[in-house]
């Protein structure tokens, strides 16, 4: 007798159910998706202990008829599909029958639905896969299903899930982004007692995340859309696009993708591709290891997009990837590009919030770290007893009786100076948004070079208040615009050695030049090969000095070789470009005179993104004239 035997339906629902229900959250994701399916604006979800003990959801949807409350539970039943054309043009959320099937397989589920099309409704008891109950029962029109003992009959699995806290957070932020993506529809979600979210409908996307995450972060977001495009496919049929959403503005820096929340025609994703898109759009403007908040919306014909990749439907394919890439990528840089957002520098703080300070040479040390977390909230040091090779400035207004804003550092008797982290999403200070209309790079074309701080910092006045400038970070901006217009133009300004310098690669760093040498040679590197794994630099571009050329090349080289060998040539010319760029650029610690800090500035206002350089920092903090104002008590 042969091996092989057909599976019971029961064990083939617990193996599917270890594709589609990996944790609580992919249950309230599938019922989530079923009420919207079902047409629902009113979606209540209730969990206890983290989803383990219970998940319910109650919807105002279409509800169940009889029959169909029972149909539901068999495998690949479903009212969303017939035919296999129709996989071509899913419009729904759900399509593949095995939701539910899979959850009752592996906890005691309870389904009670009433169809307005019937006179009274059902209440369906499952355990593990097994039906229990099957009785009339009056109830209003909808569906509840509640989830009890999830994998209490898997312990295997049981064992994966993590911490009630870990598995709340997955949940919370699952339900609070399909609120996010349905502004029209009520959504309650609620932990025990606690309730965590409630939204009663609003009329715009911008209203939920308002309703959401309240006044605080739409100063640290660009909206923007709906952009559209249409592309002309080979057959001769016009494929429209349509993307909206919010975008964090580049001081937004997080050191994961969880703050990425991309939906394909209403449905929430996971997509390299559009990520990918994403994240070159803030090439640098955002360091390399950072990543923005995103809330995106990409609609197009349900044919373009095939959705039948995996069963929990969170990866897509599209037909036309390259063209979506592009255009979300082009997309949400515009928008960036339009905001020319500037750092506002934090207004005093009252007593009881000291704000956030720390001494002058941490914070050059973590400008020079630029690490991930540069822009979280920044603790309080007190009184700091490591020598600081600089002497301090004091930005922060005094509390005083005596209230003075004195940029003298030379005077000895300041109080102990201390410099002011651009604390940016921090919680913002009463009135803050206020000024957030003149918050836009426009008028750095009128200002006034005032003098330097430290060597490093250029002083202007401007119409719109009192700005600072890192004169190396904008240095390196300008220059990083011009070497990049210079690839474009192919006309890079070049300095000849006068011996030829004479580099030994590593194997790596050799793979990798014989694959770049062109474009190099565009940024005005002029390089051969010079025998054994070693190359002569005739050239190099102009402005880097002779000491700096070396760094550069092997900079790049190395860069190159290890994150972006299969990067496009746009990438790898962003990468030359910065390189050359912060090398070049002028270093702090460095005297200006008067038309050079002109000059740098007048450069600065001709950059197309001047509020960050090519790794992700801030190039310009402003005190607006309205917080002078404020702070001298005359407004
Ligand atoms: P799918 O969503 O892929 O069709 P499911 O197993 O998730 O498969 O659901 C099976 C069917 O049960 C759905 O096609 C739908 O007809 C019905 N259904 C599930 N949840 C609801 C709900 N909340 N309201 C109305 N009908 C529902
Ligand atoms: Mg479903």
């Not at 604006?41 to 983290?50: F, K, M, N, S």
């Not at 806290?165 to 932020?173: D, F, K, P, V």
């Not at 209309?437 to 430290?454: A, C, F, K, N, V």
């Amino acid at each position: 007798m042969g091996k092989i035997r057909v599976l019971s339906d029961a064990v083939a629902n617990q193996i599917a159910a270890g594709e589609v229900v990996e944790r609580p959250a992919s249950v309230v994701k599938e019922l989530l998706e079923n009420s919207l399916d079902a047409g629902s604006t009113d979606i209540r979800v209730e969990i206890e202990a983290g989803g383990r003990r219970l998940i319910r959801i109650v919807d105002n949807g279409s509800g169940m008829m009889r029959d169909d409350a029972m149909l539901a539970f068999e495998r690949h039943a479903t009212s969303k599909l017939t035919s296999v054309h129709d996989l071509e043009q899913i419009h729904t959320l759900g399509f593949r029958g095995e939701a539910l099937p899979s959850i009752a397989s592996v906890s005691r589920l309870t389904l009670e639905t009433h169809s307005r099309d019937e006179s009274s409704g059902s209440r369906v008891e499952i355990n593990g896969g097994k039906m229990i109950k099957c009785e009339e029962a009056g109830l209003a029109a909808g569906t509840i299903i509640t989830v009890r003992d999830l994998f209490y009959n898997v312990p295997a699995r049981k064992k994966f899930l993590r911490s009630e806290q870990t598995e709340l957070a997955h949940i919370a932020s699952l339900v609070t982004h399909y609120s996010l993506a349905h502004p029209d529809k009520s959504f309650e979600l609620t932990h025990g007692t606690t309730e965590l979210l409630r939204v009663s409908p609003v009329a715009s996307a911008l209203e939920r995340v308002f309703q959401v995450f309240g006044n605080r972060i739409l100063d640290d977001l660009v909206e923007f859309g709906p952009e559209s495009k249409s592309l002309a496919t080979a057959e001769g049929e016009q494929k429209h696009f349509a993307l909206s959403g919010f975008v964090s503005k580049p001081h937004i820096q997080k050191l994961n993708r969880n703050s990425i929340y991309l939906f394909v025609n209403g449905r929430l994703i996971r997509d390299k591709l559009l990520q990918h898109a994403l994240t070159s759009a803030y090439h640098n403007l955002i360091p390399p290891a950072c990543y923005p908040f995103a809330l995106l919306f990409l609609d197009c014909d349900f044919g373009e997009v095939d959705v039948n990749v995996h069963p929990s439907k969170t990866e897509v394919r599209f037909r036309h990837s390259s063209f979506v890439h592009d255009f979300v990528r082009d997309a949400v840089r515009g928008k960036l590009m339009e905001s020319k957002p500037v750092s506002s520098l934090p207004l005093p703080q009252t007593a009881s919030q000291p704000g956030a300070t720390l001494p002058f040479s941490e914070f050059t040390q973590r400008i020079e770290n630029a690490g991930p977390d540069l822009y979280d909230p920044v603790i309080p040091v007190a009184n700091p007893v490591a020598p600081n090779p600089m002497p301090e400035l004091r930005l922060e207004m005094p509390r005083g009786p005596e209230r003075r804003f004195d940029f003298n550092d030379a005077q000895p008797a300041q109080p102990p100076a201390r410099m002011r982290m651009p604390d940016t999403h921090g919680p913002l200070p009463p009135g803050a948004a206020a000024m957030n209309e003149m918050e836009s790079m426009g008028s750095l074309g009128d200002l006034r070079p005032l003098g330097q701080i430290h060597n490093s910092f250029i002083i202007a006045a401007g119409r719109d208040g009192l700005w600072i400038v890192d004169q190396h970070v904008a240095h390196e901006r300008i220059l990083f615009e011009q070497v990049l217009r210079q690839f474009a133009t192919r006309q890079a300004l070049q300095q000849r050695l006068l011996m030829p310098m004479v580099m030994e690669l590593n194997v790596g760093q050799h793979l990798e030049y014989a694959r770049i040498a062109d474009e190099l040679a565009k940024a005005g590197f002029e390089t051969e090969p010079f025998g054994n794994r070693t190359i002569a630099i005739q050239a190099a571009p102009a402005g880097l000095a002779q000491g700096d050329i070396e760094k550069v090349i092997f900079e790049i080289l190395d860069i190159s070789e290890t994150e972006l060998r299969k990067a496009s040539v746009e990438d790898l010319r962003r990468n030359i470009a910065a390189s050359v760029a912060c090398q070049a650029a002028i270093k702090i610690n460095t005297p200006l005179d008067h038309q050079k800090m002109e000059y740098l500035l007048m450069e600065l206002a001709k950059c197309e993104y001047p509020m960050a350089c090519p790794h992700g920092r801030p190039i310009a903090l402003r005190y607006a004239t309205r917080d002078i104002l404020r702070g001298f008590h005359r407004i």
